[in-house]
């Protein structure tokens, strides 16, 4: 398909647009988590696991809170990927013009970023690496300058 049949997004429009994505899929890892947990462990509780629990070497209390806190994880682990789907149903169109915007931010942040192999874990750590904090283009505005602070202060 030709490019100018896409609409194209303009930066705020993007970092609105990413900023609910990302709203969606914390809200949905939220609840998957609950979901998860909840059903990991009714499952627990009705299911004949004595099998299991005379090999693992604890308590059976701690060992089905353990595995509880699992399915608990792994909803959560579920979460973004729901929240994303749920995302693009409700906003139809979007889906091809953050594609195209997203690998031009993430091309921007990777050619604008720091050296990390001269930091230090201490004092001296990156700043937001991976830009996951920018939400804006001001944010982003602002990341540039701290990315030039780092490179400055390293240097001298």
């Not at 979007?94 to 921007?108: D, L």
């Not at 230090?120 to 982003?140: R, T």
């Amino acid at each position: 398909a030709p490019e100018s049949s896409t609409p194209t997004l303009d930066w705020n429009s993007f970092f609105t647009l990413r900023k609910t994505r990302r709203r969606f899929q914390l809200g949905s890892s939220i609840l998957t988590m609950a979901i998860g947990g909840t059903a990991g462990a009714i499952l627990l509780v009705n299911m004949d696991m004595e099998w299991l629990l005379t090999k693992v070497p604890m308590d059976p209390f701690f060992a089905l809170g353990i595995m509880t806190l699992g399915f608990a994880g792994l909803g959560w682990l579920a979460g973004p990927s729901l929240g994303s789907a749920l995302f693009y149903t409700f906003k139809r169109g979007v889906k091809k013009p953050m594609a195209i915007k997203e690998s031009e931010f993430f091309a921007r942040i990777k050619k604008n970023r720091v050296d990390p192999s001269n930091s230090s874990l201490s004092g001296n750590a990156v700043p937001d690496f991976y830009g996951e904090k920018i939400s804006s283009v001001a944010g982003y505005r602002q990341w540039l300058k701290d990315q030039r602070a780092f490179n400055k202060k390293r240097t001298s």
